[in-house]
């Protein structure tokens, strides 16, 4: 094998993985592996981006956490469902406030804290609730 057909290869095992990983796993393997050629370099490095590729596809079917900063700007944040759907969360400076906009009509139940209570009405308006956290009951067909 070639220098050149060593690296073509290598560019193409590297390329489906993202960049950020691609440096640091081809030193790895070199370190590892150019002591015994380039096609066992070649081997090694497609089950480590094979093995990368699982890792990666499972974290995304896992919880995770997002942080966004806020600044002194409206922001809306489009939360993709498995089905398509978006919900969106709207920062806006009026108000200020934060809405959220459901595709379809949902149960809201507003929490008063930590303890699971209703939260209570906000200077006696019905619509209004002094809350904590809010729950919104998802259509099952929207997450499946």
Same mark, same amino acid.
């Given at each position: 094998?070639?220098? %050149?057909?060593?690296?073509?290869?290598?560019?193409?095992?590297?390329?489906?993985?993202?960049?950020?990983?691609?440096?640091?796993?081809?030193? %790895?393997?070199?370190?590892?592996?150019?002591?015994?050629?380039?096609?066992?370099?070649?081997?090694?490095?497609?089950?480590?981006?094979?093995?990368?590729?699982?890792?990666?596809?499972?974290?995304?079917?896992?919880?995770?956490?997002?942080?966004?900063?806020?600044?002194?700007?409206?922001?809306?944040?489009?939360?993709?469902?498995?089905?398509?759907?978006?919900?969106?969360?709207?920062?806006?400076?009026?108000?200020?406030?934060?809405?959220?906009?459901?595709?379809?009509?949902?149960?809201?139940?507003?929490?008063?804290?930590?303890?699971?209570?209703?939260?209570?009405?906000?200077?006696?308006?019905?619509?209004?609730?002094?809350?904590? %956290?809010?729950?919104?009951?998802?259509?099952?067909?929207?997450?499946?």
């Amino acid at each position: 094998m070639t220098e %050149q057909e060593f690296a073509d290869k290598h560019n193409e095992i590297l390329a489906s993985i993202p960049d950020t990983f691609r440096g640091w796993l081809s030193y %790895q393997v070199w370190e590892d592996y150019h002591a015994y050629g380039y096609e066992e370099i070649l081997l090694h490095l497609d089950d480590y981006v094979d093995g990368l590729k699982k890792c990666l596809e499972e974290r995304k079917t896992t919880e995770s956490s997002n942080k966004i900063k806020l600044g002194h700007k409206e922001t809306d944040v489009n939360l993709v469902l498995p089905n398509g759907q978006v919900i969106q969360i709207q920062y806006r400076l009026e108000g200020p406030s934060i809405d959220v906009c459901l595709p379809t009509e949902c149960c809201v139940t507003n929490w008063q804290g930590d303890d699971m209570e209703p939260a209570p009405a906000y200077k006696k308006e019905d619509c209004v609730r002094l809350a904590k %956290q809010l729950v919104i009951e998802l259509n099952p067909e929207w997450v499946n």
